[in-house]
């Protein structure tokens, strides 16, 4: 038993995980913890020069935003330094209750053999979500429109 026991450790050994299943895990375990509050965890798999940047994007998550669903959309490994993460999150603002999508575009980085998230961007869907500055323009109050009366049949106008 020891010695089927030993193989398999040899052969776990034998076969480390990938460069893009180690970005994969990176980002799916960072995205979790940030899913769930758990941002003081996340924020260890951000790069230092970058975490008050990424804090800052999701200020509004737990109060304002609830995140109903974080998903991966794929992995793609750019070198052996950087990968793009696409994550589909599900999420709604507590004071509307409407369910809205937003995709993300994530840069990693390898540092010291671990991935890092460095970057993100909206790649598609709904706004909002990581802080974009939203600016809502309203119609200026004017006096009600007046148009000219006609009346048929009749020989003079008002």
Same mark, same amino acid.
């Given at each position: 038993?020891?010695?089927? /026991? #030993? *193989?398999? @450790?040899? /052969?776990?050994c034998?076969?480390?995980?990938? /460069? #893009?299943?180690?970005?994969?895990?990176?980002?799916t375990?960072?995205? /979790?913890? @940030?899913? %769930? $509050?758990?941002v003081?965890?996340?924020?260890?798999?951000v790069?230092?020069?970058? =975490?008050?940047?990424?804090v800052? =994007?999701?200020?509004?998550?737990?109060?304002?935003?609830?995140? *109903?669903?974080?998903e991966?959309? #794929?992995?793609? +490994? !750019?070198?052996?330094?950087?990968?793009?993460?696409?994550? =589909?999150?599900?999420?709604?603002?507590?004071?509307?209750?409407?369910?809205? @999508? @937003? &995709?993300?575009?994530?840069?990693?980085? &390898?540092?010291? #053999?671990?991935?890092?998230?460095?970057?993100?961007?909206?790649?598609?869907?709904?706004?909002?979500?990581? $802080?974009? !500055? +939203? %600016?809502?323009?309203?119609? +200026?109050e004017?006096?009600? *429109? !007046? %148009?000219? &009366?006609?009346?048929? $049949?009749?020989?003079?106008?008002?």
């Amino acid at each position: 038993m020891l010695a089927s /026991l #030993g *193989a398999l @450790t040899l /052969l776990g050994c034998l076969n480390p995980p990938s /460069l #893009g299943a180690r970005a994969q895990e990176a980002a799916t375990e960072m995205n /979790l913890h @940030t899913r %769930f $509050g758990r941002v003081e965890v996340a924020i260890e798999s951000v790069l230092p020069e970058k =975490r008050e940047a990424f804090v800052r =994007r999701r200020r509004a998550w737990g109060n304002r935003v609830r995140i *109903a669903d974080i998903e991966l959309a #794929g992995v793609r +490994v !750019q070198g052996e330094k950087d990968a793009d993460v696409l994550v =589909r999150v599900a999420w709604y603002r507590v004071d509307e209750q409407e369910l809205r @999508t @937003t &995709t993300l575009e994530q840069r990693w980085k &390898t540092s010291k #053999g671990e991935w890092k998230h460095a970057d993100e961007r909206r790649a598609d869907g709904d706004i909002v979500l990581i $802080g974009e !500055q +939203v %600016f809502v323009e309203r119609p +200026v109050e004017s006096a009600p *429109a !007046q %148009f000219k &009366t006609i009346r048929i $049949g009749s020989s003079y106008e008002n």
